[in-house]
């Protein structure tokens, strides 16, 4: 899955790990379409506990009821969904008909802890986070 492993390189999250950490990753990424109209996830539900990268179509993110983006090939969402198993903070709903590469919490948690590295990079990526959004 070469296309895969191109689209997870471009995600913040993971463009700490390496050629052979994208490539095992992305064997465990599922493809998924969704038809117009459909929502993907659901804001305060524990709906599809994963995280998506959008290859095809386009997708408004909705908070509140209020539409607040767009989101098309290359854009992703749920990487909460990846470590925090909570209700969704927002509602993603396909425009058009949408497809997406979907990682599962199970999935991403034993690509995780099969591999130290990719621990301490996921963990110095969200410090980062944290440090560059308290200045």
Not at 5 to 29: D, H, I, M, S, Y
Not at 94 to 102: V, Y
């Amino acid at each position: 899955m070469a296309g895969a492993t191109e689209e997870l390189k471009q995600v913040p999250l993971f463009n700490g790990l390496n050629q052979r950490q994208l490539r095992r990753l992305a064997a465990k990424a599922k493809e998924r379409k969704f038809k117009a109209g459909t929502a993907v996830v659901q804001e305060g539900k524990m709906s599809g506990i994963g995280f998506f990268i959008v290859t095809d179509g386009l997708a408004t993110v909705s908070f509140d009821g209020d539409e607040v983006a767009t989101v098309g090939p290359g854009d992703h969402f749920g990487e909460l969904g990846l470590i925090a198993e909570r209700e969704r903070t927002a509602t993603v709903t396909a425009q058009t008909p949408l497809e997406c590469l979907e990682l599962t919490s199970w999935d991403f948690r034993e690509f995780v802890k099969s591999d130290p590295d990719v621990s301490w990079k996921l963990l110095q990526h969200v410090a980062n986070l944290l440090l560059d959004g308290s200045s």
